[in-house]
Each structure stands twice: as structure tokens, then as C-alpha cells.
């Protein structure tokens, strides 16, 4: 159990959680512990933002977070941990990266009548890989991959 602990630890870090902006109120200044609380998260949490980059008002206890910041700073966050798959990439979750599917061969599942998800295996960790694609662009992917 000793060795597994480790790992676990390492994986915590790897991940990281997509908060919504828009539960914080701009108009509003928070408290490391009311900002946590609004995403449910601990106050090292927040703390943790700070160090990273958002801006905090120091100059007496509590220390504050202006709410129009805190939502910037978390729009920011998410736009620059987003990460763009090529046309002929779809993205990996056990790798969180885009990825090239194995054997070049995917499958088109249609979720609705305008839109379908292309499932292939990642060819790094062989786990499943994704991509949703407009129903009118599968004419592009057929010819990228070995369709079915």
C-alpha cells in the first residue's frame, strides 16, 4: 500500500478542477474562506490562487479578493489550460492530451441529428480517446481516418 500512495499523491496534482467564473459575484469582495466556500474547495485552495497570480488586497486582515479579479483571473485560467486537438487528433483523458488514435481507425457515434462523437484508442496508453464533430463535417474526418 506503501508504493501506491505516491502514485495517488502524483496524480492529485495532475489534476486539475475547471471552476466556473460565473458563481462569483463581481460587485462583491471575498475572504479566502468565503471564495472557497462559494466552490467548495479549502481555503489552501485559494491561498494557492494567490501565490499563482490573482490579486489579492494585503494591506489589512482579512485579506480580500474583489470579485471582478477573482472571475477574471478563473476566465484566464480556463481559456490557457484549454487545449486544442488537431483534425487529426482527438483527446486522450487518461493522457489529458490530444492524441493520434491507434491504427488510425476511429468510430462515429451520433449523439444527435447535427452532432456525433469520433471514438477511437489512444495510441500512447491504448485507453479510449474522443472527439465530438459536426454530422456535416464527417465527409473531412472520413478522409482523415479509417472511418466506421
Known amino acids: 500500500m506503501h508504493g501506491l500512495l505516491p502514485v495517488l499523491k502524483r496524480a492529485a496534482l495532475t489534476i486539475m478542477a475547471n471552476y466556473n467564473p460565473n458563481l462569483v459575484k463581481i460587485n462583491r469582495s471575498y475572504t479566502f474562506e468565503e471564495l472557497a466556500a462559494v466552490f467548495g474547495v479549502h481555503k489552501n485552495t485559494v491561498a494557492g490562487w494567490v501565490k499563482a497570480g490573482l490579486p489579492c488586497l494585503k494591506d489589512q486582515r482579512p485579506f480580500l479578493i474583489l470579485g471582478v479579479e477573482a472571475k477574471a483571473y478563473l476566465q484566464q485560467r480556463r481559456v490557457s489550460n484549454k487545449q486544442k ?39 500512447r496508453c491504448e485507453c479510449l480517446v474522443n472527439k465530438f464533430i459536426a454530422h456535416r463535417n464527417l465527409g473531412k474526418y472520413a478522409a482523415l481516418f479509417d472511418l466506421s
Request: charged share 25%; aromatic share 8%; with cysteine.
Open 85 to 123: 486537438c488537431k483534425p487529426d487528433e482527438l483527446y486522450c483523458m487518461r493522457c489529458k492530451n490530444p492524441t493520434k488514435p491507434a491504427v488510425n481507425s476511429v468510430e462515429y457515434l451520433p449523439v444527435s441529428n447535427t452532432k456525433g462523437r469520433l471514438t477511437g484508442f489512444c495510441s
